[in-house]
């Protein structure tokens, strides 16, 4: 059982360029969601989804869109990276949407945006 | 001891003794609350969660306290050891909060010393 998936661990990017964020978790997990995690602000939500074919933005989603079009998958994708984007990329996902019981991080992405 | 809002405070112990780490929720009508263990360079690792029903919890050398009337968490440790210096950090949900409203503090860093 591997849990939450995240790929790659380490990415640098030139501002301007686009790239995918990959999430996969194996649990049936109904939720899931995108945090990133900057130095003294804690954890932050992105984008979040319920299901299948159902996201919603959180707390930072500018810059960042998000697909579900399957239970296992919920790649994060940055269309035009910037210096700002620079951060910590956590997937995470719970059992319930309602409740966030067994709720499950990845291991992250670091990304450098220079 | 930690707080949502304010910067990363430390604690450090010798080898052997107990950590205790607070953590003062702001939300009156957070009903789940979680703790985790963030390691250099890694995710969020889930080490105990507790209701608002309970009181306290036990885990594995590990037990949280709550306390409703002053809305303030706590996290022991026991004999702590080297293996546990890590970013504590603690999570609240609203009781009619879906998985999205989870949220978190800013973490304090247990150093421990052999």
């Known amino acids: 059982n591997a849990g939450v998936t995240q790929t790659p661990k380490f990415q640098v990017l030139k501002t301007g360029q686009s790239m995918t964020l990959q999430c996969a978790q194996d649990m049936n997990h109904e939720y899931m969601s995108w945090y990133r995690q900057d130095p003294g602000m804690g954890l932050r939500l992105i984008h979040y989804s319920v299901g299948a074919g159902i996201t919603d933005q959180g707390e930072v989603p500018n810059g960042y869109n998000v697909s579900r079009s399957t239970t296992e998958d919920f790649p994060l994708r940055l269309l035009s990276a910037a210096p700002s984007q620079t951060s910590v990329y956590f997937c995470?996902?719970?059992?319930?949407?309602?409740?966030?019981?067994?709720?499950?991080f990845g291991s992250g992405t670091r990304l450098t945006v220079v | 001891g930690e707080s949502v809002g304010l910067h990363l405070p430390t604690l450090s112990v010798q080898e052997g003794d107990n950590s205790i780490i607070n953590c003062a929720y702001s939300n009156s009508a957070s009903d789940y609350f979680i703790w985790y263990k963030q390691e250099s360079g890694k995710g969020p690792q889930f080490i105990i969660d507790i209701r608002s029903n309970m009181d306290k919890r036990q885990g594995q050398r590990v037990t949280v306290l709550l306390n409703k009337t002053v809305k303030h968490l706590s996290l022991q440790i026991a004999a702590t050891q080297p293996g546990d210096s890590a970013v504590y950090f603690c999570?609240?949900?609203?009781?009619?909060?879906?998985?999205?409203?989870?949220?978190f503090g800013k973490g304090t860093k247990l150093t421990v010393n052999p």
């Open positions: 995470a996902s719970s059992y319930s949407s309602m409740r966030p019981y067994g709720y499950t």
């Open positions: 999570a609240e949900n609203p009781a009619q909060g879906g998985s999205e409203k989870l949220v």
